[in-house]
Every structure is written in C-alpha cells, then in structure tokens.
C-alpha cells in the first residue's frame, strides 16, 4: 500500500512540475513578447542582464538553425520517451524523488518550447547574459534537469 501510494505522489510531483514549468514558461514568453519589440533589449544588470527579444529558429542556444520539421518531430518523440520512462519505471527504487523532479523540468521545458515550435515556427527567447546566448525559461528548466540528472549519475568520491 505505501508503494502505491509513493507511486501517486510521484505522478502528482512530475505532473506538477511540468505544469509549472510550462506555465511559467508561457507567461514569461507572453509578457516579453508584448512587452519588448522583435531584437528590442532592455538592460537590467549593466554589462551583465539584459532582457532581448529572439525569435530563435534553431536549437539549443539557437545552433542549427532553419532546419524545420526535425524540430518538431524529435522533440515529440523524445518527450514520449520521457513520458513512458517515468511511467515504466515509476515502482523502482532506482528512480527517486530527484530524478523526478528533474525529468519534470526537462520535459516541462521541451513542452514549452514545442508549443513555441508548433504555433509559431520558431522559438521566443528573451534573457540575456550577452556572453551566452539567448534563451527562455524552458531551456532553463532543461539544463538544470540535465545537471541534476548529471550530478545524480556521478559517483560520490569515497
């Protein structure tokens, strides 16, 4: 009874976090886009933050850009892959709160920019650290679920 019951709060966590993820992703998304014009930056910090609106056609950080339907159809496929992981291995000891917590951001994140992918064609990216570029909530909430997912995989030092 206490797995199951640990099986349902796992599914209420991912859920929610996915949930939150898109959410906020959207709602970010939705107030640069009217807030700022197209390549329009607004400084925050300095020579640090600056908040610039990018349609991005690529991937990650805007690499490969203009490359069409590819980003649609992997992203579908890898968050059913996502998606049928959590659910397969959800009863194994192996996959803890953690690891649940950060494939809820990545795959709240790859739904986020999907949404973008789908209904517009590109991608709406708006923080910027002028060294790195540009990107959104999303692609945050991916690159700290891949971290937590990496540093969960490294063996502690003994």
């Known amino acids: 009874m206490h797995e199951a019951r640990r099986s349902q709060w796992d599914i209420i966590i991912f859920l929610s976090g996915v949930s939150i993820v898109v959410l ?16 329009e930056s607004l400084s925050v910090v300095p020579h640090v933050l600056r908040f610039t609106l990018v349609h991005n056609t690529g991937i990650a950080f805007g690499f490969f850009r203009d490359c069409g339907a590819v980003f649609i159809i992997v992203p579908v496929i890898l968050t059913g892959l996502l998606i049928y992981n959590v659910a397969y291995y959800r009863h194994s000891p192996q996959l803890s709160r953690t690891y649940i917590i950060a494939f809820s951001l990545i795959l709240g994140g790859a739904i986020g920019n999907l949404i973008d992918r789908i209904l517009l064609g590109y991608v709406i990216d708006f923080i910027d650290f002028r060294i790195w570029p ?16 990496l540093l969960k995989c490294i063996p502690a030092s003994k």
């Open 24 to 39: 906020v992703d959207r709602l970010t998304k939705h107030f640069f886009s009217n807030f700022l014009g197209l390549n």
């Open 134 to 149: 540009v990107f959104n909530v999303a692609d945050s909430a991916i690159t700290i679920g891949a971290a937590i997912i």
